[in-house]
């Protein structure tokens, strides 16, 4: 199929930038939409231009580098990684818009590709368990009962690609955040640091200026990894309760 | 700064004040509604007057306006204040915005918009002329005597202010607003304060949807009433609220059923 693209080009931080429309011939409906911008950036590289930057890494669905705003949608219109996307969600003549991921938080690098370390600062905050590891303990030691394991399993499928605050009209990261402070919290391991990660979480959450949750599920209904609106409540909670008694 | 003031200049603070505040107010709708509903008996209004009569001089009552006034202004310089948070956290806005969440639940802005001018409107209209009107001056409302006590004639202040058709649209054009903005802040409510639970959010959803769509039509089929001399029309009301209750109940749990489906 042939498609028009459009496509946001900025050069670095300090530039303006501004969407290009390209055209792309013979896309088959089996590529992902990564290998669709990899024939792209192969045309233009013939062409001596510019490729088109973008984050990639896994290209499996796992990593969570991949980060595309497509047609109004982080990672486009499946609920799945833009790696994982393929071309036959398109069809023949259609123009797509590709844009970063847009926050204050996110910081364009360069075209599509969006600073992320904001996310790693949240994690340094408190998103660990410290335990001093000595010798490994046997396997299924500590009892964990099934529906928790599953609970914070299903938190910990979070790959932290951003989509949440791509998706946010905030431009919030609370689905992000609860996702690994349930995934920490539910654990056995994890709980005795519950009260220190919830605010401290948040604290650098706020500091790296993300907007506040309008609860309006925009973020839930868009993650790849399908993060549930339970975890902001479970968070919410949590924060409230540490904040009221906790000592730390 | 101490812990309070931190928790309560957070994001997750600021949100705990939108939630404590919209329930307050959503619990002074409720008990304005049922003074209200007086207006629709057959009685000249005497009902209405005793009862108004009683809320302008109980002074618990009086210590509670002044409790919700002041929360409806925390309210609003709190949305203010996040909003322009949130705005600043998306400097450079989308090309193509693809919005994947309820109309209402983005602009509860502009649907409390709606609701402050219809409040400057309302209150201006009766609450101001009553403040405003002493025995002496008697200029905005009349007096009225039953047995022994004399009160403000509210009553007919209200009836004659609902005999204008514009009066009258604009109270049902706001509680529409007011419907939208409750159909996501009353929910929304439970999910802040960390009250989200598969066993409970049914519950949660019936209870929001009904209040949010129930309690603006009784406010707005009391000017409606008026405006069409259906006085002692209460059996009415709470007959259509009743089938109207029915429908929503019945959407809602359809709704719900389909979302556990997927
Ligand atoms: S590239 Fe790893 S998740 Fe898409």
Redesign the interface.
């Known amino acids: 199929m042939n498609l028009t693209l459009k496509i946001w080009r900025q050069k670095n931080n300090k530039e303006k930038g501004k969407m290009v429309t390209y055209k792309v011939q013979d896309i088959s409906d089996d590529m992902s939409f990564l290998e669709m911008m990899d024939v792209l950036n192969e045309e233009l590289l013939k062409k001596g231009e510019e490729p088109v930057a973008f984050d990639h890494d896994c290209r499996e669905g796992i990593c969570g580098m991949c980060s595309m705003y497509i047609n109004g949608h982080p990672h486009g219109p499946e609920r799945t990684t833009t790696c994982q996307l393929h071309m036959r969600s398109f069809k023949d003549g259609d123009t797509i818009t590709i844009e970063p991921w847009r926050a204050k938080g996110f910081p364009v690098v360069k075209d599509l590709v969006v600073d992320r370390s904001a996310f790693d600062r949240i994690i340094q905050a408190g998103g660990f368990v410290s335990v001093n590891t000595g010798v490994s303990v046997d396997a299924n030691e500590i009892p964990i009962a099934k529906d928790v394991a599953s609970e914070a399993m299903d938190a910990a499928t979070c790959i932290g690609c951003g989509a949440c605050v791509a998706a946010c009209k905030n431009a919030s990261a609370m689905l992000f955040v609860s996702a690994k402070i349930s995934h920490l919290g539910l654990l056995p391991q994890g709980k005795t640091e519950k009260n220190r990660r919830v605010q401290r979480m948040i604290a650098q959450m706020d500091a790296e200026e993300f907007g506040a949750c309008t609860n309006t599920g925009a973020c839930a209904a868009e993650c790849p990894k399908s993060i549930s609106l339970v975890n902001i409540a479970r968070m919410n909670r949590e924060y409230f309760a540490a904040k009221v008694a906790s000592e730390a | 700064m101490n812990?309070v003031v931190k928790?309560l200049t957070?994001?997750?603070g600021?949100?705990?004040i939108m939630a404590l505040t919209g329930a307050f107010l959503s619990l002074f709708l409720v008990v304005h509604l049922i003074g209200n509903l007086q207006l629709l008996k057959d009685d000249g209004g005497m009902a209405f007057n005793i009862y108004a009569d009683f809320m302008g001089h109980n002074p618990l009552i009086q210590t509670v306006s002044i409790l919700n006034f002041t929360f409806i202004i925390l309210h609003i310089i709190t949305s203010v204040i996040?909003t322009r948070?949130?705005n600043?956290?998306?400097?450079?806005?989308?090309?193509?915005?693809?919005?994947?969440?309820?109309w209402s639940?983005?602009n509860?802005g502009i649907l409390g918009t709606v609701i402050l001018i219809f409040l400057v409107v309302h209150l201006s209209n009766f609450w101001g002329k009553s403040k405003l009107t002493t025995f002496e001056a008697g200029s905005y409302v009349p007096y009225v005597t039953y047995g022994e006590a004399t009160m403000q004639n509210l009553y007919d202040v209200v009836a004659i202010s609902f005999q204008e058709w514009w009066l009258v649209a604009l109270y049902v054009v706001s509680m529409i607003g007011l419907a939208f903005h409750l159909s996501?802040g009353f929910i929304?409510m439970f999910?802040?304060?960390?009250?989200?639970?598969?066993k409970y959010n049914f519950v949660i959803k019936i209870v929001g949807y009904e209040f949010a769509i129930l309690v603006p039509a009784m406010f707005a089929a009391i000017p409606v009433f008026m405006f069409l001399n259906l006085q002692g029309g209460l059996l009415y009301l709470f007959a259509g609220i009743g089938v109207l209750a029915l429908v929503v109940g019945a959407m809602v749990s359809n709704g719900h059923k389909q979302q556990l489906a997927v």
């Open positions: 812990w928790t957070s994001t997750l600021r949100k705990l996040l948070l949130n600043k956290a998306r400097p450079v806005s989308y090309a193509y915005d693809g919005k994947s969440s309820a639940s983005r509860m996501h929304s999910q802040t304060l960390g009250l989200n639970h598969s």
